[in-house]
């Protein structure tokens, strides 16, 4: 007589990814935080931008996504918005902001890229810190709804803190995650995701959130001015805009003066030979960076602005040692430059 059968245990569910856009700061943190709490696998995704305030080689949004995901033990992979991103800022489809921040389409753009690097990890869903209400053009109802379905991910994108606003989702559904622990947080304060982060017991949360250069008034007239001048753009251009007085001297050519010492330096490193460097030889003070090609008259005008910004005796003549393509000379100009032309070359 044969032995009865060992008894069948049903397996165990397979265990769901999700793929997190980690900006680093507090709400895309608590949204990583409360998946892990619901047993979902989580592999991090960053963006770099050219146009955050708070980037920086030690500190700011990709170092605070990396210490989060370090935190959590969990992968994380940073990857930068480049030149197809540039574009976008360019020309929106959705339009811009009170500034030129394009909103709408920069998420479209993030989720487009996180789709395709969930089909690469083979993950399941993706996972947003996104809060209904709390930015005026992309958290808006019919704005997360248009970003979700332009992206591509209809049904896959879930937003643990405002999700019980909305439909459920695929992920919920499919019993991939309890509705019932997710969130319905709404609006624009915070005071909801500072108590939860106390909850969770996220002692070292980071920053609620990082600015955008695209909203800020003196920003965005370089911006401008660059996509108005430059039909190939190139991310040297837009890490320029970052430093110096801006000044436009013709279509193709545009002046940067140092504002201080590191300014100064970081200049004089980043010129390329085909461009031409200004210094004033009888005393100290700004480095021009002058963009654009050779032309005398141009070079002139530029000696006058460096030499504006100096100490030297006005109506008097001083030097100005030019370097370009590897090689130097002296220019002699007169200070005599009128501070209206000067305000009216200035972006």
Same mark, same amino acid.
């Given at each position: 007589m044969s032995n009865p059968p060992?008894? @069948?245990?049903?397996? &165990?569910?397979p265990q769901r990814t999700a793929v997190a856009l980690l900006s680093g700061g507090l709400d +895309?943190?608590?949204?990583?935080?409360?998946?892990?709490e619901q047993g979902i696998r989580v592999v991090a995704l960053n963006f770099t931008s050219p146009f955050c305030t708070c980037t920086s080689k030690s500190s700011g949004c990709k170092s605070e996504a990396v210490r989060v995901a370090q935190e959590f033990n969990i992968p994380i992979t940073v990857k930068n918005k480049g030149i197809d991103y540039l574009e976008i800022v360019r020309a929106p489809r959705f339009g811009y902001g009170k500034g030129l921040n394009p909103c709408i389409d920069c998420r479209i753009?993030?989720?487009?890229?996180?789709g395709e690097f969930l089909r690469e990890t083979g993950a399941d869903f993706v996972i947003t810190g996104e809060v209904l209400g709390q930015r005026?053009? +992309? @958290?808006?109802?019919? &704005?997360?709804?248009?970003?979700?379905q332009e992206s591509g991910l209809? $049904?896959?994108?879930?937003?643990?803190?405002? &999700?019980r606003h909305f439909e459920p989702t695929i992920p919920e559904n499919e019993g991939w995650v309890d509705r019932e622990k997710l969130l319905a947080i709404e609006g624009r +304060?915070?005071?909801e995701q500072i108590q939860l982060a106390e909850e969770l017991d996220l002692g070292n949360y980071p920053?609620?959130? $990082? $600015?955008?250069?695209?909203?800020?008034?003196?920003?965005?007239?370089k911006l401008k001015d660059l996509f108005e001048q430059c039909d190939q753009l190139e991310m040297f251009d837009i890490k320029l805009l970052k430093t110096g007085r801006h000044f436009r001297l013709s279509p193709r050519h545009k002046l940067v003066l140092g504002r201080d010492e590191r300014e100064n330096d970081l200049l004089a490193a980043v010129a390329r030979p085909e461009d031409t460097v200004l210094l004033w030889q009888d005393g100290t003070g700004p480095c021009g960076l002058l963009t654009g090609p050779e032309d005398p008259a141009v070079l002139d005008l530029a000696a006058a602005l460096l030499l504006h910004h100096t100490k030297a005796t006005p109506r008097e003549e001083s030097r100005v040692l030019v370097r370009h393509n590897g090689h130097e000379k002296t220019v002699s100009r007169m200070n005599d430059l009128e501070r209206e032309a000067v305000t009216a070359l200035r972006l």
């Open positions: 060992y008894p @069948q245990h049903p397996a &165990a569910p +895309s943190t608590l949204a990583v935080k409360l998946m892990l753009f993030l989720l487009q890229k996180a005026p053009m +992309s @958290q808006r109802r019919d &704005a997360l709804l248009r970003i979700e209809a $049904g896959l994108i879930l937003r643990p803190l405002s &999700a +304060s915070r005071k920053c609620p959130a $990082g $600015g955008c250069m695209l909203t800020e008034p003196l920003f965005v007239p």
